[in-house]
């Protein structure tokens, strides 16, 4: 089996090394900024032990997981000796293979390997890195190990090509980080109404839970459901009165992401043509009205 090493003992490289090595993969070698953080994942990993060099893990392995900052991969495998043989990983979500590009002219195969979920802690990241999805960008043999190791992860993949990369992390930033953004946005409007953060996130959770519920069992389409889905223009204009009033900040957003939505309601067959133009003409309408009052 071939030799696993970590360069970056951080949320990313703990958390693969653990679960890959669980999984029956050798992690043998890590290395770190600190040789406190390399020698916290050495201790959690059987088999595994704290290199005084990135040098060090990249000799005493097959394949070396860069999983520093996105801001050093580049730097840190541009420092280092490379040999044919020798495969070296990154876990960027946005970064692509160029990166590595020195890695390769030095003889190695290089990869991308990038668990597309949210961590937020290492613990956090043991417990949710199986079952992720995992963008794979490889050539040849180190593809196929990659795809190998995400399923290993209990996990799916998707192969990336040159490219696509940006997009596919800002479609990752709209469905984890903007939901937190709209939980906020939606707390706040419960504050106008005397209720804190804290208790209206407990108030609205289990509604978030029964969104994903039906994202995952019912699918786009026909998971979407309130106003726009029926078509009721009149609560939508008692919306957008309510918010002019008590948040007036979140108004442009509410607009936009009405608009985005129609389409939705379109898809699953609730409204027709004219109830979807007449929800258009209303949530354009009020942007163009406060452009005039601004002006
Ligand atoms: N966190 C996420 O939710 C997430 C999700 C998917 C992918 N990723 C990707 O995973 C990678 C790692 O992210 P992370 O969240 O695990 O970062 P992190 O927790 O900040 O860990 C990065 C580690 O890299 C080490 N490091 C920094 N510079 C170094 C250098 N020059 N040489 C050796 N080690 C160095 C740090 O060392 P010391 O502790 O020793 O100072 C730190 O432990 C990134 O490419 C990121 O985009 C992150």
Redesign the pocket.
């Known amino acids: 089996m071939v030799k696993l090493g970590f ?7 703990t958390a693969l090394a653990v679960r890959l090595q669980e999984k029956g993969y050798p992690v043998v070698a890590v ?4 040789k ?3 020698k916290k994942l050495a201790d959690a990993v059987v088999g595994c032990r704290a290199c005084d060099s ?1 040098q060090e893990v990249v000799d005493a392995v097959d394949i070396v997981f860069v ?4 801001d ?2 580049q ?2 495998a541009e420092e280092l000796s490379w040999s044919t043989g020798k495969s070296v990983i ?4 946005v970064d692509s293979l160029d990166i590595l590009e020195k890695a390769k002219a030095g003889g190695a195969q290089v990869g991308g390997f ?2 597309l ?3 937020a802690s290492v613990t956090h ?1 043991i417990n949710n890195l199986p079952g992720s999805t995992f963008a794979v960008e490889a050539e040849g043999t180190l593809s196929d190990t990659l795809k190998s190791m995400a399923q290993s992860l209990e996990g799916e993949f998707v192969v990336l090509g040159l490219g696509d990369k940006a997009l596919y992390h800002a479609a990752a930033v709209v469905a984890c980080n903007y939901t937190v953004t709209l939980m906020k946005m939606a707390t706040d409007m419960w504050k106008t109404f005397g209720v804190s953060t804290e208790d209206a996130t407990k108030a609205l959770l289990p509604l978030l839970r029964g969104t994903i519920n039906n994202i995952e069992n019912v699918g786009l389409p026909d998971c979407l459901t309130g106003p726009i889905a029926r078509g009721d223009i009149g609560t939508v204009l008692k919306h957008l009165d309510a918010m002019e009033e008590k948040a007036p900040e979140i108004v442009s957003t509410y607009r936009e992401m009405g608009l985005q939505t129609i389409p939705i309601a379109l898809n699953k067959g609730k409204i027709d043509l004219a109830r979807a133009e007449e929800l258009r003409l209303l949530l354009k309408k009020s942007e163009t009205n406060a452009y005039v009052e601004v002006l």
Request: neutral net charge; charged residues 10%; glycine residues 16%.
């Open positions: 360069i970056g003992a951080g949320v990313v490289g290395a770190s900024r600190s406190k953080s390399a990135n999983t520093t900052p996105d050093e991969v730097g840190v990154h876990c960027s979500g990038h668990p979920q949210t961590f990241a």
